[in-house]
């Protein structure tokens, strides 16, 4: 069958397709735009889940693009890490772009035909990145994705085309920091198959180029998954951008870069080299701490809601980069576990600030007080829940995250895995506070207004006090398209993480590599 | 091998790296908007350099087979072309999809700049960070 | 022992968490709101009452649930500790429920639905850390009571309860991490999480300086909700928190989760002969007498009554961690006992206060002259309660604290002895003197026409006071509790 056997190139070269097909059709209708993304949408999150069965039952696929042997032709591979990436951004896409209907219609009215287009070339990049098995064919796919996001992100507020400019040169400095990798390795083994490289690679391991080559693409990608101190990109690009661009790319974009700093470094070039020859997965780890703690406190000090998640993701990377960089089994279940936990986690919070700024106008932290609650509960609700799983309450899927990275840097040696320990401690109490601060102001009383009521005074003044401020607000929730997706992710967070044994019984186990 | 050898020989590469370093300049050092895209283009054109650099071959010429090769596979004569004549297509195709990547990346770049001009009014980085600040307290 | 399979454990866990929905479902209804609290906790009471029988022979419930991480199952098993902390916990919110009806309609106080909900919600976690079979399970319950108490915490909304609630969650938030922290370590090094009496170390497992670090991480994961002093101070200021949640949480449920964890840490995790070969005993041991001592201290200096019941709570508290850290049979069995008999007469106690705020308005001891005569059953409930926590025959806490003294003669060292027999009499000296002037002082102006509060408070004060008495004569009254917790000692030293 057709489907079948090409599952492999399917998603990209669809999304490719529909990306031309959607400014046609909406040419002929706008109001078709959306539909048509829906309709490729749906495809790739089905097939996506297809793959993940199909190689859990038979194995990895490989698939040969136009049937050209490798290492001369480029080659597609379904192996459980990629498969298990592939299903996490085409789900959570899925899920933000039935969001999207109505947002985009308020922040962006009339501009749906070429928004949706670009979204389309952005989740082509983003799966091709995921699903290829050529080194060089990634950095095709790497600056297709690129490019969209960049337009996604300058359809924007008013300093968004800034915002955009500013990624757009960091993000091609990286892309091109990969390519020159890309093309040492090039030079020194003769190949551009991973599989072929990652076979021709212990024999020329010594040469500095190969150094280099492994140095620059952990540069590059290290830019585009914002790691710190590279992430200088990310905060005014998750703020400015619409909320739909935000709540797609935040889940996406640094996965797919942490994807790929998993496949070159573990993969190509092969965990002993990276961690024990070189002390480069040492270093991952110590940036990544810095980020962990350096995101956590900046998202502190945000009075806008988007600003304050853009930071909390530059801590959740950092998480991520903690697990990669630890470079032991648990390390990498939590980093991939993570993956998915922090994909869903942030999708459903900038849909929250995305419901917010639909209904109220904006999403300022300090301007929200308890009508909000009475406004949008289960906006709300689901903001409570994505906040507990960020803290890492259990049993939401936060909390087992950690618990993996936690039982990683336990098993590292000496005493760095207790400062790494400290660290994500840290981070966590940190959490707390930028999260509870905003569930304080949306479920309490203001507290100007029942200053009488302090300090143990009598209970008649407290009576007084108590029952004046009680108006009655009326319900104004977002409409059932938006809502239903946010919710969807916010419960998600609870069944993933009730079921995590089975994710990594099933899945994440097979991806840790020989060697580890 | 002697110095003169070393920087003489790898000549291209060095020309990479020279290239690569202005491009990085541009970038970080020059205030106007179009000239931090014209390190960008610079940076880019150094690595596509860098790949073209590398295909070279002592005596080799452009990777067209030339029909008497042709003829000679054909009548059985050799069993391959000799690949030490023609210098690698590889990187060459390879370079030219990184060009139309950066014809791309140019083009959205552009866009980019044009938008903000049209917004902000200036294309000098300072004066737009000033005039973004302000746009700051004006929300606030 | 022998085990079976059930899935009553997990039910009861659940009841609770399914009336939730009911109960907001029917916020605009405040009696059948009320009704579906009361039912969830006598339906609660009565699955955790099936599992008795069962459980005083020595047979146990298990239920593993799902798992939850290679290799560790979220798991219930219903042994008797757990089974002790169930009753105690599950009994005394039915009483709490129907105290609260009152307490809550006397004050008309607002989001009555946050209120109930919340409590079920705690009671479900409650139960849970009791059933936990695992220190995985047991985090996850923990936690989600840290976050089902803050509602309720915070729930007046003024500035003080904000404040608190504050507080609350630094201190029980970073207990969370600490034992999640030393979990990791715990099976790190064991490879198991699973609670065995005796302790789940084997020998050689552990030396010196790791043996000590981890007990630290585990006191100070346990010691913020166990009250043991430097972590105890959210505890007085937790008091913003309307007297049913006081009562129930942090007399009952939230600190009693604390020293249960810490009885599991000692006698379940590390065990008797670990604490004594690495000397970690001692280290429990000195925190918690420096508790018991200063903490009655301050209790004398308070006259806000609940603030002076916080502090005592803190103190009584410490006698079961004492209890545990003396590692014989009679230390635990009067510090298990003391989580129950502590229970009943601190909860007629909070019970008490509150009932005098809601109908007289008064919260401080200096305001109490001559409501003796007003409220002569409350305040004679608290007179049998006083009585009790100063160790004095016939009421239930004297029967604890006796088995404390022997426990602290058998492990050869005097000093608890002495730290029970002071703090004995500060005892009495903090609550007496308000015996005395409820009964004994005339009262002011303002106490003339009251009576009693209304009978939704006053009949649970009694029931428990009587219980006290109960429980004083005859320990194994109804639920066996003398011999449960004889038996779980035995089991932990053996």
Redesign the interface.
Known sequence: MILTTNSPVLIPLLFLVFGLLIPLIAWKRNSLAWPTLMLVSTAAAAISIYNVFKVLSTGPVHYHLGNWVPPIGIEYVLDHLSVFVMVVINVVAFLVLIHAREIVGKEMPGKQAPYFATVSLMMAGFNGIVVTGDL?NL??FL?ISS?SL??LI?IGE??S??A??RY??MG??AA?FY??GV?FL??TTGS?NMADVKAILPSIIGQPTVLIALALMVLGMGIKMALFPLHGWLPDAYTYAPSTSSAIIAPTGTKVASYVMLRVMFFVFGVSYVAKTLPLAAMITWMAAIAIIYGSIMAIAQSEMKRMLAYSSVAQVGYIALGIGLANPFGLIGAVLHVLNHAVMKAGLFLVSGNLRFKLGHSNIFKLDNTVRKKMPWTMAAFTVGA?SM?G???MAG??S???L??GA??SPSWTGWVF?GVI?LS??LN?VYF?RII?KV???P?TA??N????H???D??AA??VV?AEVPRDEVSGSMLIPTLVLAVGLIVLG?????I??GII?YIIPAGM | MTTLEFILGHYAYWLTLVLMMIGLYGMMMKRNLVKKLIGMTIFQVSIIIFYVAGAVKWGATEPILDNVDIEKVHHGMTQAISTAKYINPLPHTLMLTAIVVGVATTGVAFALVIMIYKRYKTLDEAVLLERMKKDNDSDN | MTTYTSIVPLLAVLVSLAAVPLIIWSRKHPNLRESWTIAASLVKFGLVLSLLPNALLNKVAELNIIEISPGINLALRVDQFGIFFALIASGLWIFTSFYSIGYMRGENSHKQTRYFSSFAICLSSTIGIAFSANLLTFIVFYEMLTIATYPLVIHEENEEAIKAGRKYLIYTLTAGLFLIVATVWTYGIAGTLDFKAGGLFSDGMLDLPRATMLFLLFLAAVGVKAGIMPFHSWLPTAMAAPTPVSALLHAVAVVKSGVFAVIRVVGFVFGPAMMAAFGLDTILLTMAGITIIVASLIALRQDNLKRRLAYSTVGHLSYIVLGAALLTKSGFTGGIMHIAFHATMKITLFFVAGAIAVNLHRKNISQLNGIGRVMPWTMGAFTVGAIGLAGIPPINGFVSKWYLGIGSIESGNLIPLAILVVSGLLNAAYFFPIVHIAFFRKGDDGLKGKGEASLFMVVPIVICAILSVLFGIYPDLFFNFFKLAGSIAASIVA
């Open positions: 060089f950095y095709v600056e490019l960049y337009g300058a008013r300093k085309p800034v955009a400019f757009l040169i091609t400095v091109s390519l020159l093309g090039y030079m551009l507990l803290v309450l259990p049993p909390f087992f950690k618990w993996y936690i039982r336990y098993s320990i401690f966590s109490l707390a509870f304080e479920y309490m009383k507290l029942s200053k009521g302090a300090n143990g009598d209970h008649n407290h009576h108590g029952h009680e009730i079921l995590n044994a089975f990594v019984n186990k």
